[in-house]
């Protein structure tokens, strides 16, 4: 058996040499007495019936008769259709009559001898070339008279060439073998010829024969790409170029009209039955197999193998898989209307239900349904749904069908909240979800649901809508209801007392046993007043602790974290933010994990991981799409992009991202206490971008947001220090010293070491240069031990850069060599200039008079080790080595070097080697 897998091509042969030799040789091969059969396959529009046509015309210039049929969709039922094409061709008319008139009474079996022995005596007078053309649309009929006819091959000269769409041999099938083995036929007597699509270059010889289209090889290549190389479609559409050139015209939407143009008229002259078959492929091809289609498509006058053969061969369907045109589907079902449509998306789920498939492919096809009142059909929905929870927008359509279902008022309360948390709406959408997952009965589980609701709306920025819910709900609740309730009333009303309601208590700050939400919100309030720290932590620690029962609720839980960040607690703040995360990410809740994110990111960026901060807020957006966000959340998450770009020392990024709110992420001024993150953050873009009067407005407006809810405790934002530094670059001292004044009694009274160190860190920077010194070194060692890594390594440089100022250099390279290693271990890249600037100030200061001597006399003073060892140090040699040498531990020399740096007045290796250095090279830069 031959196989020629060669190219296709169109009516000017293009890339068909090798098949048109082949069969030109079978020709021959049937002039002289030889029989043989060919089959050439290709999906439609390669070509297959130019081929026939090629073959026709060269055996009609020989002596050969020839006799050609074809299948066609009208005749595929029709018995004997394409006998009858043939019989009405033979060259003797007398039997061409009497065959026909034999065929018309219908009253012939399928092997009867008077069907095919006339074509046997044709051939014995002269060879017969027979041509089938779309023998995949052949009657059973006919193909069991072609069967027989082809047993017969060895005793007459019979060249049977037959077409069809698909692979390998389609016409047959499995039966392929029987009639080749059955006819004598030598098994190599058999060729199969494959019609590829064009190559480019098939494709470009076309274009230049048809002279039609802009003809270069940009041309070329579209075309090539939007016909896949069908020589069909590359012909229509250079046709279209030919005779209605229209100027900028697009390969690509002249193929898609061609392709859409053939597939409207193969669906135009479909019977009812098989279209009925192709609308259940397009529901449910890709799930059930042709078979089990069966119940969806109807009484069939075909057999199912039969059908499936018809639609693969016109190339509406592909032999595997869904359709090959995803426009096929759109076509296919747009003649339904739309409740027929529902009704077969219906049946197709209730059969994919009943043959076990699993429950996420049910629900996608019950997604086109109507509703079914079943509970098999609200589990799929519902499994479906919390599968996809906290992907981008994959669970709230099956949320959505869900709830047309008949539902409890429960039930549909409760389905109804999770479309709200799941769902990427706009704000106000979400909000109006919420507000009505919550306004139903009042049964206790449905009070649940309510408070949920009310959490998520805190948690989405929407305290008002929250604080109506909330309103009017404590008559009759349960104590342990009544703290939660409470709980998210003292956050939704944003103020530091807990503003008492109807049934609802102020925070009561002095309880010892709160429930969990009640302590996160409890302990939340009491940061922001700015008092008694330690009650804040322990408030926070109740509400994140599991062993006190936990909670469901996210507001509070961010709230203890939100607490546990202002007392200096990052680790548990860390891990109670984690928490919540992954509670959120569970549930389907993005607007929390949203939260929880942009929370965590401010907290890796306080504790100097910036590629931490700049991963949750990539992951934060990834979760959940910008432009869904509320509005508070988005301009804190610019904040935090604005506080990364500084960290990295990117202006260019930290002005993109403010230059952001001119297009509309923060169009009108801020209410919620969010927006001033993103305030804060403003101003220090133009405070270090030397713009003192912006700064000012920024941090005032910040502040203005802050204490309109009485909230006072510096250690949220410290705008009243830097507002200061703001106008101590105006020009107004006075009011500096005020801002700075106040701040400093408010940092004293909540006594955290972030909060007084920044006090101190801004008024060094805000006050007279005579106390910088002082207050600069007081907030290197408040900060040196808080969370506050980056404002820590600005403190050391302010300091450093204030004594060299003062002219006062001792203890200066220490301080570099510190923020060096700082700036390297958390790539602070925007403060790397700093230190080498510093650095190389530091190595022009001139040398007091006589220090050499006095460290030679010190040095002297020593032991002959500890000499040793400061010369190995000023050497540049490290511990180990220096261990190495004396023959002692690595610690033993770690002692010693404590006690050299005692007797000298330095504070580390780089002080002590500046010390004895005689080179200005000698500082060299730390990072």
């Known amino acids: 058996m031959t196989v020629l897998a060669g190219t296709s091509g169109t009516d000017l042969l293009a890339e068909r040499v090798s098949e048109t030799a082949l069969l030109t040789g079978l020709l021959t091969e049937l002039e002289q007495g030889n029989s043989g059969i060919a089959v050439v396959t290709g999906l439609p529009g390669t070509g297959r019936t130019s081929l026939l046509s090629l073959l026709a015309t060269r055996g009609k210039d020989r002596p050969i008769q020839v006799l050609s049929a074809r299948g066609s969709l009208t005749e595929s039922a029709l018995r004997f259709g394409v006998v009858s094409q043939l019989a009405s061709a033979l060259p003797d008319r007398t039997v061409a009559r009497a065959l026909g008139e034999l065929l018309a009474t219908g009253a012939l079996d399928e092997g009867s001898p008077e069907l095919w022995h006339p074509f046997v005596e044709a051939a014995r007078r002269r060879p017969v070339l027979l041509l089938l053309d779309d023998a995949h649309l052949m009657d059973d ?22 077409t069809g769409a698909g692979v390998v041999l389609p016409f047959f099938d499995q039966e392929t073998a029987e009639p080749w083995q059955l006819s004598g036929l030598n098994w190599h007597a058999t060729h199969v010829v494959r019609l590829r699509p064009l190559s480019r270059s098939g494709v470009a010889e076309v274009v230049r024969a048809h002279g039609a289209g802009p003809g270069g090889e940009d041309f070329v290549t579209e075309l090539h790409a939007a016909t896949g190389g069908n020589p069909a479609l590359v012909r229509v559409v250079l046709d279209h170029c030919r005779t209605d050139p229209e100027p900028g015209a697009r390969p690509d939407r002249l193929a898609a009209d061609a392709r859409r143009d053939q597939m409207l008229g193969l669906l135009g002259r479909l019977p009812d039955d098989l279209r009925r078959l192709l609308r259940a492929f397009v529901v449910a091809g890709h799930l ?81 349904a109507g509703p079914t009142g079943t509970r098999w059909a609200l589990d799929a929905l519902l499994t479906a749904a ?43 959408t979400g ?3 919420l507000a009505r997952a919550a306004l139903t009965a009042t049964t206790d589980r449905l009070l649940c649901e309510r408070l949920a609701a009310a959490d998520l709306l805190v948690t989405r920025c929407a305290p008002e809508r929250a604080a109506g819910l909330l309103t009017g709900l404590a008559a009759g609740t349960d104590a342990p209801d009544l703290g939660s309730l409470a709980a998210l009333h003292w956050l939704a009303t944003d103020s530091p007392d807990g503003v008492p309601a109807v049934g609802i208590p102020a925070a009561a700050y002095a309880e010892d046993r709160l429930d969990p939400d009640r302590a996160g919100a409890a302990a939340w309030l009491t940061a922001t007043r700015g ?102 959340m988005a301009r804190a998450l610019l904040g935090l992009r604005i506080l990364l770009g500084l960290a990295r020392g990117d202006r260019d990024a930290a002005e ?11 169009a009108r001024r801020g209410r919620h206490h969010l927006d001033t993150q993103l305030l804060f953050a403003r101003g220090l873009l133009d405070w ?99 969370p506050e890594r980056i404002w820590y390594v600005t403190a050391v440089l302010r300091l450093a850069e204030a004594q ?3 002219g006062q250099p001792a203890g200066v390279s220490g301080l570099l060599h510190e923020a060096g290693r700082l700036v390297k271990a958390y790539r602070l890249d925007g403060q790397s200039a700093r230190v080498r600037d510093l650095t190389a100030r530091l190595a022009a200061q001139p040398r007091p008079a006589g220090s050499a001597q006095r460290a030679d006399r010190k040095r002297q003073a020593l032991s002959e080790t500890s000499a040793q060892v400061v010369d190995m140090v000023v050497q540049g040699l490290p511990n180990a080595e220096i261990a190495r040498r004396l023959t002692v531990g690595k610690r033993a020399v770690e002692v010693r070097l404590t006690r050299i740096y005692r007797h000298f007045g330095v504070t580390g290796r780089a002080e002590l080697r500046a010390l004895f250095a005689l080179e200005d090279g000698e500082f060299g830069t730390p990072c």
């Open 656 to 666: 993109r991202a403010a230059a952001t709110l001119a297009r509309g992420t923060a």
């Open 431 to 433: 909000e109006v979800r």
């Open 688 to 786: 270090t971008g030397q713009r003192p009067q912006a700064a000012l407005h920024h941090f005032q407006e910040c502040g203005r947001i802050l204490l309109s809810r009485g909230w006072v405790n510096p250690a949220l934002l410290p705008w009243r220090s830097l507002a200061g530094v703001a106008q101590r670059d105006l020009g107004h001292p006075e009011a500096a010293e005020e801002l700075v004044t106040a701040e400093w009694e408010l940092a004293r009274a909540w006594g955290t070491r972030t909060a007084t160190g920044l006090t101190h860190l801004f008024a060094g920077i805000a006050l007279p240069a005579g106390s910088a010194s002082f207050r600069l070194t007081r907030a290197v060692e408040s900060l040196r031990d808080s």
């Open 531 to 632: 008092t008694d720290p330690r009650r804040a932590r322990k408030l926070a620690r109740v509400a994140l602790s599991p062993g006190r029962g936990g909670t469901r609720l996210y507001a509070p839980r961010i709230a203890a974290a939100w607490t546990l960040m202002a007392t200096d607690d990052p680790l548990e703040a860390a891990e109670g933010l984690d928490g919540v995360l992954a509670d959120a990410r569970r549930r389907g809740s993005r607007a929390a994990a949203a939260l929880a994110l942009l929370s965590r990111g401010r907290l890796s960026l306080r504790r100097g991981r910036v590629p931490a901060a700049e991963a949750d807020a990539e992951a934060a957006i990834e979760g959940y799409p910008l432009t869904r966000w509320p509005p508070p």
């Open 141 to 162: 009929s006919s193909k069991a008279w072609l069967g027989a006819l082809l047993r017969r091959l060895w005793q007459v000269p019979l060249l049977v060439v037959i």
């Open 386 to 428: 919390r599968s996809a929870a906290g992907q981008a927008g994959e669970a709230a359509p099956y949320y959505r069908r869900a709830l047309r279902e008949p539902l409890a008022d429960t039930t549909r309360a409760q389905l109804t909240l999770e479309l709200a948390a799941a769902d990427g709406a706009a704000p106000h």
């Open 804 to 806: 060299l100022d003062a």
């Open 288 to 368: 059930l197999s042709p078979e089990q289609l069966g119940p969806l498509a109807g009484r069939q006058t075909l057999s199912p193998a039969r059908a499936w053969r018809v639609l693969v061969g016109i190339g509406l369907v592909p032999g595997r898989g869904r359709c090959a045109d995803p426009g096929i589907a759109t076509w296919v079902l747009a003649g339904m209307t739309r409740a027929e449509r529902a009704e077969l998306y219906g049946a197709a789920a209730e059969l994919a239900h009943r043959c076990a498939l699993p429950e996420e492919d049910v629900a996608r096809l019950l997604l086109g």
